[in-house]
């Protein structure tokens, strides 16, 4: 690390000792914040990688740059049975962190002192890391990436992000105003926070940058924040990236891209009137656009997301599997269905059995991943079919039977269902249901292997 790195380093402790982030409540319990428990759950990153289950119970998992310890938490919550380990720079911040865990009744966690760099010369190899909010604070993410690499398990998985420079460009030109002003030159305190709060108070109203980074109502009380202030005006090392910036890191650091966290928020047809009409060029073109150039041209298009939110791991690690939409129906009728563990929760389960009563029908929109394109609504005779898996995981078989017996004719023409149509029905509701990871599908181990030998050319 050089001297000018160092400098910043020192900066960066400095500020999270006097400011330990995040400011979360201890009280605050992360139980039913569905779409942080569902990202942070190894389950979805591990099918969305190999298509298949996996269990938390016994696994090692690192929150790097664990800060106050809320991700820890979260961490802790969505993987039971899982050991956390936390390290961060600020003592300040491990100490809340340890507290915090303590609270809510986990012992299998460990917190210390540690910066990501030296992750290698602890000794210990995690099933999953988490670095969240803290790999656009190095001097270099490919060597971040790399110190996680050399801690990760061979099929374990990486969860990292960077600050976009597309989304985000009018925070840095407010960072380098204050730091022109020589509000950045040491670790920004309660003066420096008043004074970016009136420079833009004293600023006229149609000013550009007082536009976009403060006057939005919708984030009037947010800049009341002292936190709020810190972490995006005044926030030390803090630097934008782009789409080519993740996989130029990634290729530098030899790890293989695997999804980004928020996944649907990247679909680039979603961008389009109709997705199924597209301008000819576009139509012809996207099919032979790869992962990352698909990724740049939405993040040209539509740049929304603050993070740049991806999993990653070890290249060459991803179990072969056949995509959904290429199953047979012999495949179908081998399946077990799961629901995803996250989905398993009482107020979820008292909700859908009271739509199921009252003849209404269902949506699981935000009990995931919270965006609205993924809202999915089920009838409530449908709703009742899946209703089991609340219970245990199904075979195919099994909601086949508990189909027909709660819809045995068909509406329009009366006629009884044949077990044809009620397969083929389930296969067009469970492949939609899929798509989101509302329900895990297994196929059954012959399966998994004739697919694998077809996939490899034997």
């Known amino acids: 690390m050089n001297e000018q790195s160092a400098e910043l380093f020192e900066k960066i402790r400095q500020q999270f000792d006097s400011a330990p982030y995040p400011s979360t409540p201890l009280e605050q319990n992360p139980q039913d914040a569905h779409d942080l428990l569902y990202a942070h759950n190894l389950v979805t990153s591990h099918y969305l990688r190999n298509q298949s289950l996996i269990s938390t119970d016994g696994k090692v998992i690192l929150d790097a740059g664990c800060g106050t310890g809320f991700k820890s938490l979260v ?11 936390g390290i961060d720079l600020s003592k300040e911040a491990v100490d809340l962190a340890k507290q915090r865990l303590q609270v809510y009744g986990f012992e299998n966690a460990e917190f210390m002192v540690a910066s990501i760099e030296a992750l290698p010369s602890l000794g210990v190899e995690f099933d999953y890391i988490n670095c969240d909010e803290v790999l656009y604070l190095l001097p270099d993410i490919a060597s971040g990436l790399q110190a ?11 969860r990292a992000n960077l600050h976009s420079a597309t989304q985000r460009v009018d925070y840095f030109r407010a960072q380098q105003v204050f730091k022109i002003m020589g509000l950045m030159d040491s670790n920004p305190e309660e003066m420096e926070i008043e004074i970016a709060r009136e420079t833009f108070g004293a600023l006229e109203d149609w000013v550009n940058l007082k536009v976009n980074v403060w006057q939005d109502p919708a984030r009037r009380k947010a800049v009341e924040s002292k936190e709020w202030v810190l972490m995006n005006y005044l926030f030390q090392g803090d630097k934008g990236y782009t789409i080519a910036d993740i996989f130029a890191a990634l290729r530098s ?16 047809l979603d961008l389009f009137k109709d997705a199924d009409d597209l301008p000819i060029f576009w139509a012809m073109s996207l099919p032979e656009v790869s992962t990352e150039q698909r990724l740049q041209l939405f993040e040209l298009l539509h740049p929304i997301s603050r993070l740049l939110d991806f999993w990653c791991g070890h290249p060459d690690q991803a179990n072969s599997f056949t995509p959904i939409a290429d199953w047979s129906e012999d495949d179908w009728k081998t399946t077990k269905v799961h629901l995803h563990p996250q989905l398993k929760n009482s107020k979820l389960h008292e909700a859908l059995v009271e739509s199921i009563e009252n003849h209404q029908p269902f949506s699981l929109g935000g009990y995931l991943l919270g965006q609205a394109n993924t809202s999915v609504t089920l009838e409530s005779t449908i709703a009742a079919t899946l209703l089991p898996l609340w219970d245990e995981p199904q075979s195919i078989a099994a909601l086949m039977e508990r189909s027909s017996q709660i819809q045995p004719f068909n509406p329009v023409t009366l006629e009884p269902r044949t ?13 939609k249901l899929e798509v989101f990871l509302y329900v895990l599908l297994e196929p059954s181990s012959k399966v998994k292997t004739q697919k694998t030998k077809k996939i490899l050319g034997d």
């Open 75 to 85: 961490l802790a919550t969505a993987n039971p049975g899982a050991k956390i380990v």
């Open 148 to 158: 996680m690499k050399a801690a990760l398990k061979p099929n374990g998985i990486i």
């Open 253 to 268: 650091a030899d790890l293989e891209f695997i999804s980004m966290v928020n996944w649907r928020d990247w679909e680039i």
């Open 419 to 431: 077990p044809t149509a009620i397969l083929h029905d389930l296969m067009a509701l469970l492949t």
